[in-house]
């Protein structure tokens, strides 16, 4: 029962109670871990971050990959040039736990590719790294 003067029940606002029914909380469309690294990727092999971030989100030989292309900043866009873009990503699902994806990137007037491998970490199923390669060889 409503008071006189109030304007009735208090709705819940938060995503517990959205427009799909309880428990079901929105997230974007078309975003996944293979996007989040996509864009690490791109900002790491554009020299925008040393490629140490991605030091815990990556399995041994896939940071060794990344540790021997990041120096030579195969994306880096030319002087005065927009610093380089993910245009879109793609992906395939082998098993619950592996994704493999590619993503073109815009860098300048080229559009390049990238392709990575992204497995469960064992024990706590967060998303990792496991192999990187881009469309050029330093």
């Known amino acids: 029962m409503t008071k006189p003067g109030s304007r009735g029940p208090r709705r819940r606002t938060d995503a517990r109670t959205d427009s799909r029914g309880p428990g079901r909380r929105s997230r974007p469309r078309g975003r996944g871990p293979q996007d989040w690294f996509a864009e690490q990727l791109v900002l790491v092999l554009s020299g925008q971050r040393p490629v140490h971030v991605l030091l815990g989100h990556a399995r041994a030989p896939a940071?060794?990959?990344?540790?021997?292309?990041?120096?030579?900043a195969p994306l880096r866009p030319p002087p005065g040039g927009r610093a380089p873009a993910v245009g879109g990503v793609g992906v395939c699902r082998p098993s619950d736990e592996a994704i493999e994806a590619f993503a073109r990137i815009s860098a300048g007037e080229r559009t390049r590719a990238l392709a990575f491998r992204?497995?469960?970490?064992?024990?706590?199923?967060?998303?990792?790294?496991?192999?990187?390669?881009?469309?050029t060889v330093p």
């Open 63 to 72: 940071y060794e990959q990344l540790s021997a292309l990041a120096p030579h």
């Open 118 to 135: 992204l497995e469960r970490r064992p024990g706590d199923g967060r998303w990792q790294c496991c192999a990187v390669e881009l469309d």
